[in-house]
RNA sequence: GUCCCCAUCGUCCAGAGGCCCAGGACGUGGCCCUUUCAAGGCCAAAACACGGGUUCGAAUCCCGUUGGGGACGCCA
């Protein structure tokens, strides 16, 4: 029975380099019907909070990588929380003490320093000098009574090699001689991370351990600590590293790096989670037979096609482009009405939309057509249509691009002609906003874009946006609902025609 | 510094000795479509880090060099 795990310290934001980790070990449980176990690593009280965890506990199912136990939802190996397992901690700490495979050590820092600073300037690899490997545990038990608090060390024994078969890297060799004997249980006698892991990974009876190349050397270290308390080591297997475009740790000065920052942009789901999947893997050599759509998959035939050792074993650059263009597509597979409720928050938070009402919402959907295909995220969407709820000449007379549009020939005459048509016309639809446009067209003699272009400006204010023939009835439609809608106040076209027209100061013809 | 890991287009991958003067995707450039901006369609440019081996034959195996990354903590 495959068991992995993913075990975060709820110490900030899940980062999208652990996310990726924590879907690489979901797709390889989801494969092979194996157990995914969710643990918490919150030895670090200082750093450690509660907030973060439900944050990160969030972002892992919005990304809708489910768990089979964890801190939430319970099971056999519990509890899944380190801090609720210290018991555990203290009673394997001791079984490694009175088996002589560990001691106390109540070196300071200061001397700790010193030592790793002569390793370091001597050329040597920085370890514990072993000054107090010799203490008879009834010299240590005198020190304790007298009131110190030491350090438990594990014994690495030396001048040995650990090896083990890493499913991506294949043999991994370490020399002991590299490491020195390591803490394993602080002077406030909460455990040391490593022993912690072997512990838990050992009774969760975890039996593969997927995680960050960063861990590979911590990975002999473990392996030693399983031999000394008489436990099988699982599997290992070390995912490399994702990364910023200049090949330096992914991080803030990158743009948006944890699973939140890209939910709240817009992101949907699914299109990072592809994304993700494809930084080190390829679906490809799993069904070689289908090379077509091979790399816009859903989770659960990623799940399918997903093999550890083919993950690649070098490290992968982060590519906002293409996550932003696989957005676009899953935002284009989307239903509408999903969408819609997916991007209402933007439409509020812009005050396009400030009540929640199946009439807000049909509207929503309505204007969607507009937006998806042509923006890359659902924030954009509401950007996109933002000339529906925003109209102001004063303010579009102050763009370039605008005024660009109005200094063409005969732009002006558009102006003025399309205020005069629209102020005796009723309300526009596709239909009648054609025939208006044609009716402008023969009294102006301005055809295709010198007609249209600033006819574009009049309605929208905008010299760019969707086809006007998709953007004046949704004026239209907008500007007929009434304030009970919850959607922001609407201005109609023939308004917008008088006011533009008004503000440019053309008279008609 | 020491140890470990890594090395195919700008980026992510395919390639497990001849199928490769290297294939796909994102991005880029061009063309088409088009009343605008996008989107979309088509086409194109673009890589086996370097040096030695092994072999009839190497992107694929071995060694070295260079380059990149990681670790060396009472952080995880």
């Excluded at 010799?134 to 690495?156: N, Y």
């Excluded at 590293?241 to 949907?268: I, Q, W």
Aim: one cysteine or more; charged letters at 25%; hydrophobic letters at 40%.
């Amino acid at each position: 029975m495959m068991r992995v795990r993913f075990a975060p310290s709820p110490t900030g934001q899940l980062h999208v380099g652990n996310a990726r980790t924590a879907l690489f070990n979901w797709l390889l449980a989801h494969g092979r019907d194996g157990t995914f176990i969710l643990r918490i690593e919150d030895t670090d009280a200082e750093r450690s909070t509660r907030e973060s965890e439900a944050g990160i506990l969030d972002d892992l199912r919005w990304l809708g990588l489910d768990w089979d136990e964890g801190p939430d939802v319970g099971g056999q190996h519990g509890p899944y929380r380190q801090s609720e397992r210290l018991h555990l901690y203290a009673s394997y700490a001791n079984e490694l003490l009175s088996g002589q495979h560990a001691y106390s050590c109540f070196c300071t820092s200061t001397r700790l320093d010193a030592d790793r600073q002569a390793d370091l300037a001597a050329g040597r690899p920085p370890r514990y000098h072993g000054h107090c490997r010799g203490l008879s545990r009834a010299e240590a038990q005198a020190r304790i009574d007298a009131g110190e608090r030491p350090v438990v060390r594990f014994r690495v024994p030396q001048g040995i090699e650990v090896r083990f078969r890493d499913l991506v890297r294949g043999e991994v060799i370490f020399n002991t001689d590299v490491i020195g004997d390591f803490v394993i249980v602080r002077s406030d006698s909460r455990p040391q991370y490593n022993f912690a892991v072997v512990v838990d990974d050992a009774l969760m009876e975890v039996s593969h351990v997927i995680r960050g190349e960063d861990h590979i050397s911590n990975t002999p270290r473990q392996i030693l600590l399983y031999r000394a308390l008489g436990f099988a080591p699982p599997e290992f297997a070390h995912l490399s590293l994702v990364m910023g475009p200049d090949h330096t740790p992914l991080s803030k000065r990158h743009g948006a790096t944890s699973v939140t920052e890209f939910r709240v942009r817009g992101y949907l789901p699914e299109a990072l989670v592809n994304y993700l999947a494809l930084i080190g893997w390829s679906p490809r050599g799993a069904a070689p037979e289908q090379a077509e759509q091979d790399e816009l998959l859903p989770i659960d035939e990623l799940a399918r096609r997903f093999r550890i050792e083919a993950v690649g074993h070098s490290a992968g650059i982060f590519d906002p482009e293409k996550l932003a263009w696989m957005n676009r597509h899953y935002m284009k597979a989307a239903a509408p009405s999903r969408l819609a409720a997916e991007a209402l928050r933007y439409f509020t938070a812009r005050g396009f939309i400030t009540r929640r009402t199946d009439a807000a919402m049909d509207y929503l959907v309505s204007l969607l057509p507009m937006a998806v295909g042509s923006v890359d995220r659902l924030e954009e969407i509401a950007d996109r249509v933002r000339f529906v709820f925003q109209f102001d000449p004063a303010a579009s007379l102050a763009s370039p691009e605008v005024l660009g549009v109005l200094e063409e020939p005969g732009a002006h005459d558009v102006v003025a002609a399309l205020a005069e048509e629209l102020a005796s016309a009723g309300r526009l639809d596709r239909e009648t906003f054609r025939a208006a446009a044609g009716r402008v067209r023969e009294r102006t003699g301005q055809k295709g874009r010198a007609l249209f272009h600033p006819i574009r400006v009049v309605l929208t204010g905008e010299a760019g946006g969707p086809e006007l023939d998709l953007a004046v009835p949704a004026i239209e439609r907008g500007a007929e609902l009434p304030a009970s809608s919850g959607v922001a106040r609407v201005t109609g076209c023939r308004e917008r025609a008088r006011l533009f027209a008004a503000a440019v100061g053309v008279r008609s013809a």
